[in-house]
C-alpha cells in the first residue's frame, strides 16, 4: 500500500514523491486508479471525453465536465460546482477511463443533477479558505458527539466535512435505528454557525471513510481498492470450511469481512466434484456418513454408523463410484478396500531455505564438556590467585 512519503497533506498533494498522484505505486491516495491510456494518443478526429473525476475527503469522488476546456491532469485542484457555492478537490482521473468508470458505475453524462461542472482551477484563496475548513473538522467532531450524547440519541458521529468554501458542513453518522437528530441540528447550527446536513452511512462506508489496519496486516480494502460492498453471509465462511468465530470473521466495521468472498467461487467450483455431505455410503460392512472433507486434496473422511471413532479416508472418485453403485442398489465389500489404496500419514520435510539457526537453538541445554570445562577454568583462577596472595605475605 502506501508507503509513508507518499501520505497527502491538506492541501491534497503528497507530501514525498511530488508527483501529484501519478507516482509508480499509484499509492498516494485512497481509491485511485492507474491511467493506462495516459501516454497514448487519440485516433484522428475524436474530441477527448469532457468529464473528469474528482476526489474528496477520504476517497469521496464524484464526476464533473469541464465545460471551459481547462487543461487539466492528475493532481490539479479544481473548483467545482456545488448546489450552493463551490467545493474545492482533487482531480484524480482524466480522459477515456473517466468514461468507462462512469459506465461502471452507471452514471449518465447528460444527468444535470449527479454530473456537475467544473468552474476553474482553485486559486490561492481557494486553498487557504479550504485548509482552514479542514482545520475545524477534528474539535467540530468530539464537540458533536458530546452534543449528541447530552441529548440521548443512539447515533455515532463518525466524520464531519466541510464543503471547499466553508459554507456547509457535512455531518457523517451510523445509527442501528431510525434517529430524530432535529433538535441536534438546531444546537449544531447555534454552535457551529454554518449549514448542517446530516448523512447516515452503513457501517462498511464508516470503516471505509476513516480507513484502518486489519488482521491481516494490510489497510483495509474498502479503504484503498475495493469500491463495491457485496453482501457476505455465514454460508461463505461454511463453504470454505472456516471456523463460524464471529471475533476471527468480522472486521473493522464489525460485520462480515469482504474478502470472504474473494475466493468462494473457486471454493464452489472445486465443491461441485464432491459429492453432498448428507449422502450415505451403504457397504455390506454397514452405512458410512461423511465426517469431514478436505477441498485441496480431494478426500473424504467416513465412519461406519456405530464407529464414530475409526474413520476411513477416500477421494472423490471413489466415494462417487460407491455412491453410483448404491443407485443401481448395488454394496461393496467395506471401505477400507478404498482406504488401503490411499496413503494417510505423508511426512512432510521443510529445509531450512533461510539460512537462519533453529528457533530452539536457545531451548537446547549446555553439555557438560562445557560445564567441565569453565569448572577447571574456575579453579585455576582461584588457585593461582591464593598463590600470589601467600608471596605478597611471605
Known amino acids: 500500500m502506501a508507503c509513508n512519503s507518499c501520505s497527502t497533506g491538506k492541501d491534497g498533494q503528497p507530501k514525498g514523491c511530488k508527483n501529484n498522484g501519478t507516482c509508480g505505486t499509484d499509492s498516494c491516495n485512497k481509491l485511485t486508479v492507474f491511467d493506462w491510456l495516459a501516454n497514448m494518443s487519440l485516433p484522428n478526429g475524436q474530441e477527448p471525453f469532457t468529464c473528469v473525476e474528482v476526489r474528496f475527503k477520504n476517497g469521496r469522488k464524484q464526476y464533473y465536465k469541464n465545460t471551459e476546456n481547462l487543461t487539466l491532469s492528475i493532481g490539479d485542484i479544481v473548483a467545482t460546482q456545488a448546489k ?24 449518465d453524462v447528460d444527468d444535470a443533477e449527479n454530473v ?28 458533536a458527539r458530546q452534543f449528541a450524547i447530552d441529548l440521548n440519541l443512539k447515533m455515532k458521529i463518525s466524520d464531519i466535512e466541510f464543503q471547499g468554501d466553508g459554507s456547509k458542513a457535512t455531518f457523517y453518522y451510523t445509527a442501528e435505528e431510525r434517529v ?6 438546531k444546537v449544531f447550527a447555534r454552535e457551529f454557525r454554518t449549514r ?3 448523512r447516515q452511512v452503513g457501517f462498511r462506508q464508516e470503516a471505509a471513510r476513516l480507513g484502518g ?48 468472498n474473494y475466493e468462494l467461487d473457486a471454493y464452489l467450483d472445486a465443491l461441485k466434484a464432491f459429492p453432498k455431505n448428507d449422502t450415505k455410503l451403504y457397504t455390506e460392512k454397514g452405512t458410512a456418513v461423511c465426517q469431514k472433507t478436505d ?20 477421494t472423490t472418485e471413489q466415494a462417487s463410484e460407491i455412491i453410483t453403485k448404491n443407485k443401481k442398489k448395488e454394496k461393496v465389500a467395506s471401505l477400507e ?42 579453579k585455576n583462577r582461584n588457585r593461582n590467585r591464593n598463590q600470589k596472595q601467600n608471596a605478597k605475605k611471605s
Open 196 to 198: 448542517i446536513e446530516m
Open 213 to 260: 489496519i486489519g488482521s491481516c496486516g494490510r489497510e483495509l480494502c474498502c479503504s484503498t481498492w475495493l469500491t463495491d460492498f457485496r453482501s457476505v453471509s455465514t454460508s461463505a465462511a461454511r463453504y470454505q470450511q472456516l471456523s463460524l468465530n464471529p471475533l476471527k470473521l468480522a472486521g473493522q466495521c464489525g460485520k462480515l469481512k469482504c474478502c470472504l
Open 116 to 143: 456537475l461542472k467544473i468552474y476553474r482551477k482553485a486559486t490561492q484563496k481557494d486553498i487557504d479558505i479550504w485548509s482552514k475548513a479542514r482545520d475545524k473538522e477534528e474539535p467540530m467532531k468530539v464537540k
Open 295 to 314: 477441498i485441496f486434496k480431494g478426500l473424504m473422511w467416513y465412519a461406519y454408523e456405530g464407529e464414530w471413532m475409526n474413520w476411513h479416508v477416500i
Open 84 to 107: 450552493s457555492g463551490h467545493d474545492v478537490g482533487m482531480v484524480t482521473l482524466t480522459g477515456e477511463l473517466v468514461r468507462v468508470q462512469m459506465k461502471r458505475k452507471k452514471v
Open 337 to 378: 478396500e478404498y482406504a488401503s489404496e490411499h496413503i494417510q500419514d505423508t511426512k512432510t520435510e521443510f529445509e531450512n531455505v533461510v539460512g537462519q539457526d533453529s528457533l530452539t537453538r536457545f531451548d537446547s541445554p549446555k553439555s557438560n564438556k562445557k560445564r567441565k570445562n569453565n569448572r577447571n577454568r574456575n
Open 180 to 185: 430524530d437528530f432535529r433538535e441536534l441540528i
